[in-house]
């Protein structure tokens, strides 16, 4: 009930294609689902953030889905550019403390 | 966002010997820290939870005597890796956040600290 499930595990985009990722939950009891951008030898940084009671957010390229019914949520990158290039993390916080579950990652790899 | 640094940033050790690594809040007060463990191509592990000022809580299978966690003040927490084996060499990453701001404030990640053990 704490995992995140989220596919692809790789993704190959031309650039200026858009970048889908996806992820799913089970536990309702979560209320902030975030997206982590990490590259090589670094921390993960946040990337975007949602709660459940908004259905989309949209900032810059990236925009958040949200189906709380279907309790899926997933990452658009419009107009992908080599630059973002890196491993993706879908994460979900809740419970004890607010720890956050990570999905299993997605590599995006933009090709020019 | 705050800045969460970790050091160092990279350490080689001997089979059996202890490393420390630190995980300071710059900018803000971090009650509560985790501490995460990544493996290459893997997903972030937590490994365990802290609270300033008390006992650090541990996820299932994580070895607390193998892995002691410090959170002394409100801007360092410190992991030490004892006894360290090959098998230990991985990628460790803290966070940290202050929850008295309240729910809806975000965990803010250090840079990690790669650890090798030869």
């Known amino acids: 009930q704490q995992q995140v499930k989220q596919s692809p595990q790789s993704l190959i985009v031309q650039k200026g294609g858009i970048s889908i990722i996806n992820c799913a939950y089970e536990n309702t009891a979560f209320d902030y689902f975030p997206w982590y951008q990490q590259f090589p030898g670094k921390g993960p940084a946040l990337l975007i953030a949602?709660?459940?009671?908004?259905s989309e957010k949209k900032e810059g390229r990236f925009t958040i889905s949200f189906n709380k019914s279907a309790k899926q949520f997933s990452l658009h990158i419009m107009d992908s550019q080599p630059g973002d290039s890196a491993t993706y993390f879908c994460a979900a916080r809740g419970g004890q403390g607010g720890k956050l579950i990570f999905g299993q990652g997605t590599e995006l790899s933009v090709k020019p | 966002g705050a800045v969460v640094s970790q050091h160092p940033s990279r350490v080689i050790c001997k089979s059996g010997t202890s490393v420390k690594i630190e995980c300071r809040s710059l900018?803000?007060?971090?009650?509560?820290m985790f501490w995460y463990r990544q493996f290459p191509k893997q997903s972030l592990m937590l490994m365990a939870t802290?609270?300033?000022?008390?006992?650090?809580?541990?996820e299932q299978g994580v070895e607390k005597d193998k892995f002691l966690i410090n959170h002394a003040s409100l801007t360092l927490s410190t992991l030490t890796v004892t006894s360290a084996h090959p098998e230990d060499s991985s990628f460790y990453i803290c966070?940290?956040?202050?929850?008295?701001?309240?729910?809806?404030?975000?965990?803010?990640f250090g840079q990690g600290t790669r650890l090798t053990v030869v």
């Open positions: 802290s609270n300033e000022g008390s006992k650090a809580t541990y």
């Open positions: 900018d803000f007060q971090a009650t509560t």
């Open positions: 949602i709660r459940p009671d908004v």
């Open positions: 966070s940290a956040r202050d929850i008295r701001a309240g729910a809806n404030t975000e965990a803010f």
